[in-house]
């Protein structure tokens, strides 16, 4: 579950409802996070992202479902892509959290967000004994 403020993530310029008392706030592996996204994935994988967003906490085969939705196809290039093409793993941040860790926000220095996250990478790989690539940074 997203451990920052659990903001309500609605933004309906797209044409897509926020449910009343509803939140979309990040959950599940990838951090879920807009009512458009709740939407594509819950039409994508037969559930109602809309009106029960708190599912892909509460269901462990939806949530990890959502993940791999998200992963294979959302943004461009994919995660999946990028990863298997060659990009790295920039591009993998820049296509879940490139808003907030690529470009400039200064309550969140993206910086510092980056070499976080590129840190637990590395330190992943490390554990599993595989090379991280090049093409860490957005």
């Known amino acids: 579950m997203e451990n920052t403020n659990k903001a309500t993530y609605c933004d309906t310029s797209s044409g897509v409802i926020c449910a009343p008392g509803q939140q979309y706030y990040g959950r599940g592996p990838i951090q879920l996070t807009w009512n458009y996204h709740y939407k594509a994935a819950g039409d994508a994988l037969g559930f109602d992202g ?3 967003p708190g599912i892909v906490a ?6 990890f479902k959502t993940a ?5 196809t959302q943004s461009s290039p994919t995660c999946h892509s990028a990863m298997v093409n060659g990009y790295g ?18 309550s969140n220095p993206p910086v510092q967000q980056q070499q976080q996250r590129i840190q637990l990478y590395r330190s992943y790989c490390s554990t599993l004994g595989v090379n991280p690539g090049p093409n860490l940074n957005c």
Not at 58 to 63: D, E, G, R, T
Not at 89 to 106: D, K, L, M
């Open 89 to 106: 793993f920039g591009a993998t941040i820049n296509a879940i959290n490139g808003r907030f860790e690529c470009g400039t926000n200064s």
């Open 68 to 72: 791999i939705w998200f992963w294979m």
């Open 50 to 52: 809309i009106n029960n």
């Open 58 to 63: 509460s269901n462990a085969v939806i949530s």
